[in-house]
C-alpha cells in the first residue's frame, strides 16, 4: 500500500490560461516531486483494473486475492504537457468533474485539491495520528488531575 497524496493547484492566470502545480508528497507531507504545467486545456481520467494475486507468484499458481484498482488522472497542457496524478478510484469521478468544471466552465481564479492515492491511507492515517493526539491529551489531563508526574512513571512529584 503506497502512503502518496497529491497537491493539486490550478491557477487561472487568464481568461484563456491556466497553469497547474502538483506536489507528490510520500507519507501525506514529505514533498518528493513537483511537476508544472501550463496552459492546462483538458483533463482524463482512468481506472485501472487491479490484477490477480496468484499464489507463489507464479502465473499458473492459485488465485489468491486480487489487487485493488487504482486510479489516474492526467492534466494536459499545450504542447504535449502533461501531468499524471494518481488518485483513489473512489474519489476519481468526483476529483475529475471538480477540475473539468473549473476548466471549461469556471471563473474561479485559484483551485486548490488534496488527494490520496489509495482511500485507505485517507482514512486509516489522519485516524492514528488523531488517536495519538487523544491518548497524549488524556495523558496530560490525567497528570494535571490526579498531580502525578508523567516523568516519574506515575511516581508523586
Given at each position: 500500500?503506497?502512503?502518496?497524496?497529491?497537491?493539486?493547484?490550478?491557477?487561472?492566470?487568464?481568461?484563456?490560461?491556466?497553469?497547474?502545480?502538483?506536489?507528490?508528497?510520500?507519507?501525506?507531507?514529505?514533498?518528493?516531486?513537483?511537476?508544472?504545467?501550463?496552459?492546462?486545456?483538458?483533463?482524463?481520467?482512468?481506472?485501472?483494473?487491479?490484477?490477480f494475486?496468484?499464489?507463489?507468484?507464479?502465473?499458473?499458481?492459485?488465485?489468491?486475492?486480487?489487487?485493488?484498482d487504482e486510479g489516474l488522472l492526467v492534466l494536459q497542457g499545450a504542447e504535449d504537457e502533461q501531468i499524471e496524478v494518481w488518485v483513489s478510484p473512489k474519489n476519481l469521478f468526483e476529483v475529475w468533474s471538480e477540475i473539468d468544471y473549473f476548466i471549461k466552465r469556471g471563473e474561479e481564479p485559484s483551485l486548490k485539491l488534496w488527494v490520496v492515492s489509495n482511500w485507505k491511507v485517507g482514512v486509516f492515517i489522519p485516524t492514528g495520528i488523531l488517536l495519538i493526539c487523544l491518548i497524549i491529551l488524556f495523558m496530560a489531563t490525567w497528570s494535571i488531575i490526579s498531580g502525578k508526574s508523567l516523568d516519574k512513571k506515575g511516581a508523586a512529584a
Open positions: 500500500m503506497e502512503i502518496i497524496s497529491f497537491t493539486i493547484d490550478l491557477t487561472r492566470v487568464n481568461p484563456n490560461r491556466i497553469e497547474a502545480t502538483v506536489v507528490k508528497k510520500l507519507i501525506l507531507i514529505l514533498p518528493v516531486a513537483t511537476y508544472k504545467a501550463t496552459n492546462i486545456n483538458d483533463v482524463s481520467s482512468t481506472t485501472i483494473a487491479g490484477e494475486i496468484r499464489e507463489g507468484h507464479r502465473p499458473s499458481g492459485k488465485i489468491v486475492g486480487n489487487a485493488e
